[in-house]
């Protein structure tokens, strides 16, 4: 079975702009979750996906949003980027009757100069 | 007080010997717990995972848990120089759903 996809793996953006990044989760997966990876703050929630439903959402600016597919796909967008922003974003799928267990993509690994 | 606390390390342990990591968190209504090891570079690895009190043995890796104390562990026997990576441990609170929340992981190295 194929594990967690992130589309793209680096990315290099300048302020203000704004970037799209993309999971597909585990075949028959239907839980994505999202995180960003920093140096200084660690591993942190950004928000959960399930039936294309938000379900949680961490202490993250308006600026970060996201969307569920029908398919599971799911993506992440960043508006108006700033350089604090710049960190490894992992996606992070869970099949719902296994307990909450969820398994990681490799990342997208974003910097904003 | 930060919600998962972990020693962040580094830890230096001779190849052979047993690794002995530990975690601490604030929400006593806790449910799940997990370790996930992560080399340099590359994304987060499920190691194991426990629910109830006690111990729970997969491998070369025995995950400890002990609710009252808010306290879980991790031990690696027979360390092997591939062990080493950070170790993250991680929480699902109170709150349940699938917010992990992370501990800031320990540097873990073993010494051949």
Redesign the interface.
Known sequence: KAGVTQTPRYLIKTRGQQVTLSCSPISGHR?V?W?QQTPGQ????LF?Y?SETQ??K?NFPGRFSGRQFSNSRSEMNVSTLELGDSA?Y?C?S?DQGR?????????TRLSVL | QKEVEQNSGPLSVPEGAIASLNCTYSDRGSQ?F?W?RQYSG?????IM?I?SNGDKEDGRFTAQLNKASQYVSLLIRDSQPSDSATY?C?V?GS???????????TRLTINP
């Open positions: 839980s979750s995180y660690g591993l942190q929630f959960e399930f379900r949680n961490g490894l992992l992070a869970s307990r909450n267990i969820q398994y990681f993509g490799a990342g | 799940s997990f996930y590359k994304s987060p690895e499920l995972f629910y993250l991680a699902i709150q349940g759903a699938q917010k992990l929340v992370f501990g800031q992981g």
